[in-house]
């Protein structure tokens, strides 16, 4: 009975460390790659004067997400979400430094290898949500990861905020203005690295191994593996489709709006407010939807997100040329479909797959969701280039449409979810 409790006692604490250590981490390198992210379009800009090549910028940044997902979900299956995390946020760090080398030098391909570079802090910050729920209890694992996801919240609203700031530390440094951003995040990076590797112990991903009586030199997971698992699954499909379709659709829409309300004469500042309100309704009300997770389970959360982006595209895509005030409504509506489609589906994925195979399948799941978002954005400027504001958001209906019948599908059947 003593040693029952004591078992209990461990896993309480390494839990509470494991959820402490990746929010602070997640606010550290939050402030550093929120305001690196905007920052180097304009760089970009600013060196070539061309909006083409300044476009460029955000594909780097969400292709080194994408590409990075897999080869960190290895990590984590051969040492641990300490070394996987602590990797992610090092190679962001140097990716910081070579943009700035290369925005000093002006070498293009130097600027767009480190955007790429950064993204692999992103792909670190994406897994940290499930590395969240390596020790979670069956009743608060929505919770646990809605937390993580909620401590990015600093840093996304901060960020941006800082960039003159940093651009004019940068100046007084003798280097372009718009690489202070860069130089921020190689430092913050840096420290959440070793946040990550001094504080992350005992490491939750080997501990549930531990606990699970599973061995490190049994079945590994892989790619092909983490693909068949899920097809097999009809809670894992269904919480992978709600996160690539809430990415995409939040993605589409929100990379489109800034050019669409600038085209319309609708001032920066209006611009960054109905940014910041979006953004806020994507982290802000995170721990909501993940206590509605826990209390109604995923799937419900998934037809609520599906309910919310329906009414985001309908508001956004309805909104008058001068309604600004509007727009904002439709844009927070899409970051709060957004968080609901993320937690509950992210919840609901870490749930219905073995311990063994957690890490490659959440791996796939963010190469998916973030190679989905890079190509969806790109497309939304041909819907834009092409046809209008309006039609994008009714284009973005059908895959929400889809979600929800899918869900309706299994909220009906007997599978226990």
């Avoid at 090549?53 to 997902?69: C, E, N, R």
């Avoid at 001032?267 to 910041?276: C, K």
């Amino acid at each position: 009975m003593r040693v029952s409790t004591d078992r209990v006692g461990l896993h309480l604490e390494v839990r509470k460390n494991t959820l402490r250590t990746l929010s602070i981490a997640q606010i550290i390198s939050g402030l550093g790659v929120a305001g690196a992210v905007p920052a180097g379009a304009l760089l970009v800009l600013e060196i070539s004067g061309s909006e083409a090549l300044a476009g460029l910028a955000q594909t780097f940044s969400v292709l080194g997400s994408a590409l990075m997902a897999i080869p960190l979900a290895n990590l984590t299956q051969r040492g641990g979400r300490r070394t996987a995390l602590a990797t992610g946020y090092s190679i962001g760090a140097l990716g910081g430094m070579v943009t700035v080398v290369g925005g000093a030098a002006r070498l293009f391909p130097l600027i767009f290898l480190g955007i790429l570079l950064v993204g692999a802090a992103s792909a670190a910050s994406y897994q940290s949500r499930f590395a969240a729920t390596d020790l979670a209890e069956e009743h608060h694992r929505g919770r646990d990861l809605s937390y993580v996801v909620w401590a990015g919240t600093v840093g996304s609203v901060l960020g941006p905020n800082l960039v003159g700031f940093t651009s004019s530390m940068a100046h007084s440094l003798g280097l372009p203005r718009l690489t202070g951003p860069y130089l921020v995040a190689c430092v913050m990076l840096i420290i959440g690295a070793l946040v990550i590797f001094i504080f992350l112990r005992p490491d939750p991903y080997l501990f549930s191994r531990v606990e699970a009586q599973i061995s490190l030199t049994g079945r590994k997971g892989s790619t092909r593996l983490a693909l068949k698992t899920i097809r097999e699954s009809k809670t894992a499909s269904l919480a992978l489709l709600a996160i690539v379709v809430g990415h995409i659709v939040m993605g589409s829409i929100m990379v489109m709006t800034p050019i669409y309300m600038h085209h319309y004469q609708d001032s920066l500042s209006i611009i960054g407010l109905v940014i910041s309100v979006h953004i806020a309704g994507m982290y802000a009300f995170s721990p909501l939807m993940g206590w509605l997770a826990d209390k109604f389970g995923p799937p419900k959360v998934i037809l609520l997100g599906v309910l919310i982006l329906l009414a985001a595209a309908t508001i956004a895509g309805t909104a008058p040329m001068d309604g600004a005030g509007i727009l904002g409504a439709g844009l927070f509506l899409l970051g709060l479909g957004w968080s609901a489609t993320l937690v509950a589906g992210s919840t609901l994925l870490a749930k219905s797959v073995p311990i063994e195979l957690r890490p490659s399948v959440q791996g796939t799941s963010d190469l998916m969701m973030n190679g989905a978002g890079a190509l969806a954005g790109a497309l939304s400027g041909l819907v834009i280039a092409f046809g209008s504001y309006g039609l994008l958001c009714a284009l973005a209906l059908v895959p929400v449409l889809g979600l929800g019948l899918s869900t309706i599908r299994l909220i009906q059947s007997d599978i226990k979810v």
